[in-house]
Every structure is written in C-alpha cells, then in structure tokens.
RNA sequence: CCAGCCGAUUGGACAACCGCUGCUUUGCAAAAAGGGGAGGAAAGUCCGGGCUCCAUAGGGCAAGACGCUAGGUAACGCCUAGGCGGCGUAAGUCGACGGAAAGUGCCACAGAAAAUAUACCGCCUAUCCGAUUUCGCGCAAGCGAUCCGUUAGGUAAGGGUGAAAUGGUGCGGUAAGAGCGCACCGCGCUUUUGGCAACAAAAGUGGCAGGGUAAACCCCGUCUGGAGCAAGACCAAAUAGGAAUGCAUUGGUGUGGCCCGCACUGCAUUCGGGUAGGUUGCUGGAGGCAGUUAGUGAUAACUGUCCUAGAUGAAUGGUUGUCCUCGACAGAACCCGGCUUAUAGAUCGGCUAUCUUU
C-alpha cells in the first residue's frame, strides 16, 4: 500500500508537446516562484497532479545541474503527491539552483508545494491537512 | 634515498528503506519475481569512417584541408618506426618540418646603401699646386719628405646602423685592399658507399650562387560530391498537396558555390493519398577479455571465451546509518577510430641522473 502511494509511474508526468503548450497558454495559468525555480500552473484535463520540466540550458549550462534539478524535484513531487491538487506543473530553472545543495533545493520544493495547496484548495484531495506522522 | 621522465589502472565502500527504467519468466489482465542500468573523458564538435537518403556520385571549374620518409589502419589532420632541427647531464621531449636560383607583394626606425646594389667616415695611388705645421740637405733661392686641403680614381680589410650588409678564421699577397691565391670550416654541384626512403658519410670539384617573410598571395604534390538518426523506413486521425500511363520540353524545383549531366514539376485519364500521434532505425560491434604466432613497433592473423546502458520530456536516483585517505572533472541520445580540453586523490610498472653503500 505504501508502495502504491509513493510510486511515480509515466502517467504522473506530462508527456505531450501538446500538454506543455496547453499549460503555457497566455493568461490561463498561474505562476509560483521560489529561489532558483518558477513554476506556471494549470488545471490538469487528467484530474491528478502532474510534473513537467522545461530545463533550459541557458540557465543550466551543465547537463549534470540539469539532471540534479530533475531527480530532486521528481522525489520530492512523488513523496508529496497524495497532498498536491490536480493541476499540472512545468518547472523552469533559474542559474541560482546550480549554486544551491540538496537540501535546500529539497527546501525550496516543501514551499512550493505548500504555495500550491494555497493556490488550489478546492482541487486538494487532502481537504484536513494530515499533520498526524 | 632524493630529483625527474614515460606508460597504465582506479575515480569512495558497505547496509537499510523509498523510487525510475529496458530485458527475461509467470499471469487473461493488474501486477509479481529475477538479474541489468553513464564516462575516462559520456564534454568540445576539431578531424576521419560506417550507416541512411539525395542518381549509380559521373565530367569540368572553383573552394578547402593536409605537407620530412617509410609503415599501420576501414579511414584520418591519428598512431608506430626512422631522419633532420631545437631543448635537456640523461631517461626523454617539442617542431604547419615541401618550394624564396617561377613570379608578385611587404620589411617601421636607424643607416652611405635593404638588392639592377651602394662609397658616409676611413685607407691607398695619382694630380693640382694653394698653404708653409714639422723634419732633412743647403749660406740662400730652393729641393725632398711630411701635414692641412683640391680634383680624379682604387678599395668592402676597419668604423658606424640594423633582426639582416655578398660566408668565417689564419697565412700569403698588395699602393691600399679584395677568394686575388692557399689551408681548414661552411655552401653548391658531381660521383661512390650505406639505407626501401627521408637522409648520412667519404672523395672530387666550383672560389661561391647570396637578406627575411609562404600561419602573405602563390607554385608543386596528395586528398575531398552534399546532407545528416529531427538521416531514413513503416502504420496511420484530420485535410488533399500524391501514384501510374499518354502528351508537352520553355520556365521552376531537387543540388551542393557554379556549369554540364540526371530526376521531379505542367495538362488529360485512371487509381488513390501521409500532417498530429505511434512503431522502427537502436545497439552484436572495424566489440571486449585471455592465449599463440608474425613484426623493432603501431598492428595483423588464428584459437578460445563473454554479451557488458538503450532512455524518448527523456531512466541510471533520493534519504538515513557506519567506516575511511572525507570523494575531482563531470551525465550516454545512431555507432565506431582519433585529437583537444577539464580532473581531489590513490595505486602499479619501466627508465634516467646525482649522492651514499657493496
């Protein structure tokens, strides 16, 4: 049961070009933004949260910061999905990250997370925040 | 022992939990289990190939790359061996290392002169006699030499300039000088010997060509058709732009920088089409490892053995604990061979020089 709860399988992401566009639509999504990364935000035609990346390599010259940014946010969006709303996030990258260490990248990514319940509460499947471990 | 040179290997380890991914097995399916999952540079995209399509890649021009010799290779701008030159005591290491007696261009400043050479100072000879500094002879006039100067000529030995000035040193020679002559060194040419060759050595011969720059144009030799896996092939919603046959041969397009050549396009008739998306190309290969043989070596041949990433918004990870020397540069995207650049440390092998000891 806990495997199925922190499992992070394809449909989880965004996967057509199609469904990347739909999310940078003028006017029609949201933007949250911590140290090194700004996020647009849209509902999701799928009904679960979604994670997408748009990694430039302006920002990030090296393919290895890429790669860092992606594993972490990807770890940190599948121990937190049963918390997130159903939208979809395409994540885009700041130089900053690449000056940053694990920990607070994982930092980072714990308020945007909580930025985006805010943002959506209605969509939150967790309508009583779980605050018991 | 210390100081170096060359080559090679490695690039935190172990455990637990939670994930991702392709393969195999089980299963109708959902899923489960098993074992696999970044690098020496995966990087820069600088060369060379394979593969694919364009015509089967053909002719000419243009353009570009390379440049001591021989070999290796699928090929190379790579590698190996050798030659020559520079550096180092040495092991070694570095070199765009063909041609400047085919032509053109450029060479600041300085200097007389920078290339058909040339005479500024100096040196020497002759001349004019002007002057009379000094000396000799003479009673003197004067004569001879000398000095300062005029004119004509000889002279590249010396000075000065420069990165570079018609080879260097010595002896002879000369009015002074000069390859003017000779010896040795350097250079050119010829022959012989060694070497496949680059080249080296020896002998003879010529008094001796003539600055630098070819990463300036250029000349000589060798090589190169273009585009790239978003190549290309297949299945296929939506929407008509396609295919075959006949006719037409001017223009347009494919074609690469251009020309030739080649293909397609136009109209009629009959059939049918290929954008989103998906599948494939996609990893078994000029493959790795071990051995034997040939070779100085790069490498090749043979035998045995192994299968060792294949993703597609794009996996190969995260957290925690323990230990140590506290972990560098950095992430595959069709695949190989190189080159270049980045890299904390650790380990191994071979070699050189100095000192000490035997």
Redesign the pocket.
């Known amino acids: 049961m806990?495997?199925?709860?922190?499992?992070?399988?394809?449909s989880y992401?965004?996967?057509?070009?199609?469904e990347?566009q739909r999310v940078f639509e003028r006017g029609l999504h949201r933007r949250i933004s911590v140290i090194g990364l700004l996020v647009r935000v849209r509902e999701s035609t799928s009904g679960r949260a979604r994670?997408?990346?748009?990694?430039s390599k302006r920002s990030l010259?090296?393919?290895?910061?890429?790669?860092?940014v992606?594993?972490?946010t990807?770890?940190?969006f599948?121990?937190h999905y049963s918390q997130l709303p159903a939208v979809d996030f395409?994540i885009l990258s700041q130089a900053e990250v690449a000056g940053l260490?694990?920990?607070a990248i994982?930092l980072q990514l714990d308020l945007l997370w909580q930025q985006a319940i805010r943002l959506y509460p209605k969509l939150s499947p967790a309508a009583v925040p779980s605050q018991a471990d």
């Open positions: 806990r495997a199925v709860a922190f499992s992070y399988p394809r992401r965004i996967t057509r070009a199609s990347f994670l997408g990346f748009a990694l010259k090296r393919a290895v910061d890429r790669n860092r992606k594993r972490l990807r770890e940190s599948r121990l395409v260490d694990n920990t994982l």
